[in-house]
C-alpha cells in the first residue's frame, strides 16, 4: 500500500520535472527579453485587444509593428489571416496603407479563410514554415473553436518553431488563454505637427500589458505595465506620459480664426 | 467512333431505374414552332413504327401505352461530355462530335494506343461490350478519317477500315452519311444523287457553286483529302502515371495512397528528363462512367513527391462531402502541367537559405487546402482612384503579374480599407469645412481633429463604372451625369479628409462631388488609420 503510494508519488515527481524542464513550457519570465523598445522574443503567443470593432485600426498596428520588429532575412515573410465574413465589417488591410505604415506590401501574405477551422489550421502550417517571422491573425468575433486548449496548442508550436503569433482581438471581457502576452491598445489623441494645431499627427497608442512582462517593470496602471507610444516608420517612441494631456488639449487659438475654406488649398499637413 | 443512337432514353433509363423496368415504349418529346414534337425513341418505341418529328398526339394515337417525357437538352449533352471523359481511360484525346448533334457521337484518337488492347477490331469490341453491358444501344467503327468514321459508325457499323479504302468504302453508302445539312441531302437527292459514289467524278466547282463550300469539304474530310482535327475535351498531357485496379477502390485513404506511389513514379520520370511541374491534376475513372477531377497547382515548378501528394491529401480534405466514389474507381490517372526546366541543384557550402523554397511550399498546401483565391497578395495599380489602386493576385499567379510603376503618393493612406466606401452622414460648421461630426453605422463620433482635403478625380476613361460603388451612387451617377454616363468634370470626384475623433481614432472620409458644380454631394465613410 505504502509502497504503491510512493511509487505513484515518484511518478508524479518524474512528470513535473519533465514539465519543468520543457522548453516550451517555460514560464515567460525566464525567457529573455530581447532588447529594444517594446520588443518582444522571437516564438511567442500574443493577444491583442481592442474594446470593439472600432478600436480595429489601432489593434491591428500595433500587431504589425510587432511583427515588422521580428522580420529578418532568415524569416522575411508576415502572414494575415482573416475570416472572409470579418473583412466585409472590418476591411482588409490595405496596400498602400501598409507601405505608409513602414511594412512593404508584397512582405505580407493575406490568407483569408472561410471558417474559424480552416483558421488555425493556416496558423499552425504557417507556424511550422521556416521563414515566417510572424503570423497576425485577426479574429473579428469570440468563436467556440478558440478556445484555452487551442491557445495551448499554438503556445506549444510557437514556442518550438520560433514564429510569432498575433491574435488580434475585439472584446472587453478576457477568455482563459495560454498567450504568453496580452496586450490591450487603446487610441490617444495624437500630438499634432509642428505648425498644424488642428491636424492629427502620428498614431499614438496607450499600451497595456495585461499578461506577460518585458522585465522593466514600469508599474503604472493598477493592470500591467502602461506605455504611451508614438508610432513612427522606424519603430515605437516612448511619448512622455505625463504630459499627455496636456498636448492633447484642444489648440488655444484655431490656426486661422474662421473656418478655412477648402479653396486655400491642400491643407495636408506638411511635417508628415 | 462511337454511336449512340439512343442516348437520350439510355441515359434517362440509367438515372432512372423504374423506367428501366417498365415495358411501356418510352418518348421524348420537345417543344418545335408551338408543337410537341418526338424527339428520342427507344428501341421499343421505333419497333412500334413511331419516329424523330412526329407530333406527339400523332405517337399517343399510334401507341395508346406510350411512355412519355419532356426532352432536357442541356442535361442530356452534358451527361454525355461526362460520359465522353470517361472513355479518356481508352485513349488520350477524345472529343465529342457535335455536328449533326450535340450529343450521341464520340470519337477517340486510337493512334499508336490500340496495340494496348490487342488490336484494333479487338478494342472496338471491347469499347462496345462494355457500353452494352452497362445498357446502351451502341454502334461503332474504327477509320482513318473522322468523316468515314462517322459514316460507317451510323450506316455500316463493326468495321474497321485500313487506310486508304475510304473511297471504296463509302461509295455504297447513302448521301446523308456526309455529316451534310438537310437543304444539302434533299438537293442532291433531288438530282439523283444517292450514294456517295456517284459524287466522286462530279464537276467540283458545279457541285460547289449549287451546294457551297461545307459540300466539298465534308467530303474531302471524309476520303482524307482534307485534314480535320480533333479538339480534345481534356487537355493533352504528355507526363503522367497511371494505375488500374483489377477490383474498383472506394475509400478517399486508398486514393491518396495510390496517389503517393504514382507521384512518385512521376517525378522519377520528370527527374530523368531533368523537368519539374506547376500543375498537376488526378483523375479518377469511376466504373460508372464519370470522371473526378482533382487539381493542384505550385508556386514553382517541383517534382517533389512528398510534396504532390501532400498537396492532394490537403485538396482533398477540402472535398469533404463533394467526394463520391459511386461504385468505385477503377483507374487513377495523374498527369502534370507547366512545364519548366528544373536542374537538380546542389546545395552550396556558401549559399544562403532565403526561405523562399519553404515558403512557397507553405502557400502551396495553404491554396491547395483553402482555395487559390484565399492566399493573395496586394499589387500595386497604376490608378489614383483608392480602391483600384490596390488588386489580390493569387500568390500562385504572383510570378506572372507584369511589373507596374504606380503613382507615387505622398498623402497618407489608411491601414485597412472598407470593402466598399458605405455612406455617412457628416456635419461640417460650413460646407466645405472638415467634417465637425459623423453618424456611421449608427453611432456618432465627433472630430477634433482633421486634416485634408485631398482631392481624388474620377477617371474620365472608366466614368461609367467609377461609380459602382453603392446602390445611391449608381442612382446618383445616373441622375447627375450626361447622357450615358458621359463623364462630367467634378460630379465625380472626391475630397478625403483624415478625421480624429475625441477618442483618438482616425478615419478617412471623403465627400463625393465637389461643392457647387455636384447637385447633392455625399459623405462617405472609407477606412481606418491605426
Known amino acids: ?272 | 467512333m462511337l454511336h449512340l443512337p439512343r442516348w437520350a432514353t439510355d441515359c434517362l433509363k440509367r438515372a432512372d431505374p423504374a423506367l428501366a423496368q417498365s415495358d411501356k415504349p418510352l418518348v421524348l418529346w420537345e417543344k418545335q414552332r408551338g408543337a410537341m414534337r418526338v424527339a428520342a425513341l427507344d428501341q421499343q418505341a421505333s419497333a412500334e413504327g413511331l419516329s424523330v418529328g412526329q407530333s406527339l398526339s400523332d405517337a399517343r394515337a399510334l401507341v395508346p401505352n406510350l411512355e412519355t417525357r419532356e426532352i432536357d437538352q442541356a442535361f442530356t449533352g452534358q451527361v454525355f461530355a461526362d460520359f465522353s471523359d470517361w472513355h479518356s481511360n481508352a485513349s488520350p484525346i477524345v472529343s465529342v462530335v457535335a455536328d449533326h448533334a450535340p450529343y450521341g457521337d464520340l470519337c477517340l484518337d486510337i493512334t499508336g494506343v490500340s496495340h494496348l488492347f490487342s488490336g484494333e477490331q479487338a478494342m472496338l469490341a471491347q469499347l462496345i461490350s462494355r457500353l452494352e453491358a452497362l445498357g446502351y444501344a451502341v454502334d461503332g467503327a474504327v477509320a482513318s478519317t473522322i468523316g468515314a468514321a462517322w459514316a460507317l459508325a451510323h450506316f455500316a457499323p463493326g468495321q474497321v477500315l485500313a487506310e486508304g479504302e475510304e473511297g471504296r468504302a463509302l461509295s455504297y453508302l447513302p448521301v446523308s452519311a456526309l455529316r451534310l445539312d438537310e437543304p444539302q441531302i434533299a438537293g442532291l437527292v433531288q438530282l439523283g444523287l444517292k450514294r456517295i459514289g456517284q459524287l466522286y467524278e462530279r464537276d467540283r466547282s458545279s457541285m460547289q457553286a449549287r451546294f457551297g463550300a461545307s459540300f466539298l469539304l465534308r467530303l474531302d474530310q471524309a476520303l482524307g483529302w482534307a485534314e480535320e482535327k480533333l479538339v480534345p475535351r481534356l487537355p493533352l498531357v504528355e507526363h503522367f502515371a497511371e494505375h488500374r485496379f483489377a477490383d474498383p477502390i472506394g475509400l478517399m485513404d486508398d486514393v491518396l495512397m495510390c496517389t503517393h506511389d504514382l507521384a512518385v513514379q512521376l517525378s522519377l520520370r520528370l527527374e530523368r528528363q531533368g523537368i519539374g511541374a506547376q500543375a498537376f491534376h488526378l483523375f479518377l475513372y469511376r466504373v460508372d462512367h464519370k470522371v473526378m477531377t482533382l487539381s493542384v497547382n505550385a508556386a514553382r515548378a517541383t517534382r517533389d513527391a512528398g510534396h504532390i501528394s501532400r498537396l492532394f491529401a490537403y485538396r482533398a480534405e477540402r472535398l469533404g462531402g463533394e467526394y463520391d466514389a459511386g461504385f468505385g474507381i477503377d483507374m487513377i490517372r495523374l498527369a502534370a502541367s507547366s512545364m519548366s526546366p528544373l536542374q537538380a541543384a546542389q546545395v552550396g557550402a556558401f549559399g544562403v537559405d532565403d526561405g523562399a523554397a519553404t515558403l512557397d511550399h507553405l502557400y502551396d498546401r495553404m491554396a491547395s487546402r483553402l482555395g487559390a483565391l484565399a492566399v493573395v497578395q496586394s499589387y500595386p495599380v497604376n490608378t489614383h482612384v483608392p480602391e483600384r489602386a490596390v488588386k489580390l493576385v493569387p500568390v500562385l499567379a504572383a510570378a506572372a503579374e507584369p511589373e507596374v510603376v504606380a503613382p507615387l503618393v505622398r498623402a497618407p493612406r489608411p491601414l485597412r480599407l472598407l470593402p466598399q466606401p458605405e455612406p455617412i452622414n457628416v456635419i461640417a460648421e460650413v460646407p466645405d469645412a472638415p467634417p465637425a461630426s459623423m453618424v456611421w453605422r449608427r453611432v456618432t463620433y465627433r472630430f477634433v481633429k482633421a486634416s485634408g482635403p485631398e482631392r481624388i478625380a474620377a477617371e474620365w476613361r472608366n466614368a461609367d463604372q467609377a461609380l459602382s460603388l453603392t446602390a445611391e451612387t449608381i442612382e446618383a451617377a445616373k441622375t447627375s451625369g450626361g447622357p450615358d454616363g458621359y463623364y462630367e468634370e467634378g460630379t465625380l470626384s472626391r475630397d478625403y479628409y483624415i478625421a480624429e475623433d475625441d477618442g483618438g481614432r482616425r478615419f478617412w472620409l471623403f465627400r463625393l462631388g465637389l461643392l457647387g458644380i455636384a447637385r447633392k454631394p455625399r459623405w462617405y465613410m472609407h477606412g481606418f488609420f491605426p
Open chain 1, 1 to 272: 500500500m505504502l509502497g504503491d503510494k510512493s511509487a505513484a508519488l515518484e511518478t508524479l515527481r518524474q512528470q513535473i520535472t519533465a514539465i519543468e524542464t520543457n522548453p516550451a513550457l517555460k514560464d515567460s519570465g525566464d525567457v529573455a527579453i530581447p532588447d529594444g523598445f517594446l520588443a518582444t522574443p522571437r516564438g511567442s503567443l500574443h493577444e491583442v485587444f481592442a474594446d470593439s470593432l472600432i478600436g480595429a485600426g489601432p489593434a491591428l498596428g500595433f500587431a504589425f509593428a510587432q511583427a515588422k520588429s521580428l522580420v529578418d532575412p532568415v524569416r522575411p515573410a508576415i502572414l494575415y489571416l482573416q475570416l472572409q465574413s470579418d473583412a466585409l465589417e472590418t476591411g482588409l488591410p490595405y496596400g498602400l496603407g501598409l507601405k505608409k505604415f513602414g511594412l512593404p506590401a508584397e512582405q505580407v501574405v493575406f490568407v483569408r479563410p472561410q471558417t474559424i477551422i480552416e483558421l488555425l489550421w493556416a496558423v499552425e502550417e504557417a507556424i511550422a514554415c521556416k521563414a515566417v517571422a510572424a503570423v497576425v491573425a485577426d479574429i473579428g468575433h469570440a468563436h467556440k473553436a478558440l478556445d484555452f486548449t487551442a491557445s495551448r496548442r499554438m503556445s506549444l508550436r510557437t514556442a518550438a518553431s520560433g514564429a510569432s503569433v498575433f491574435l488580434v482581438r475585439y472584446a472587453r471581457d478576457r477568455e482563459a488563454s495560454a498567450a504568453k502576452f496580452r496586450w490591450k491598445v487603446v487610441p490617444e489623441l495624437s500630438r499634432s505637427p509642428a505648425f498644424d494645431e488642428r491636424a492629427p499627427g502620428p498614431p499614438r497608442w496607450r499600451v497595456v500589458l495585461e499578461k506577460g512582462s518585458l522585465g522593466k517593470r514600469r508599474r503604472v496602471a493598477p493592470d500591467g505595465e502602461e506605455y504611451l507610444v508614438d508610432w513612427s516608420e522606424n519603430g515605437f517612441v516612448l511619448a512622455d506620459i505625463e504630459s499627455r494631456h496636456g498636448v492633447a488639449a484642444v489648440p488655444r487659438r484655431p490656426a486661422l480664426p474662421y473656418a478655412a475654406s477648402a479653396a486655400l488649398g491642400d491643407r495636408l499637413s506638411e511635417a508628415g
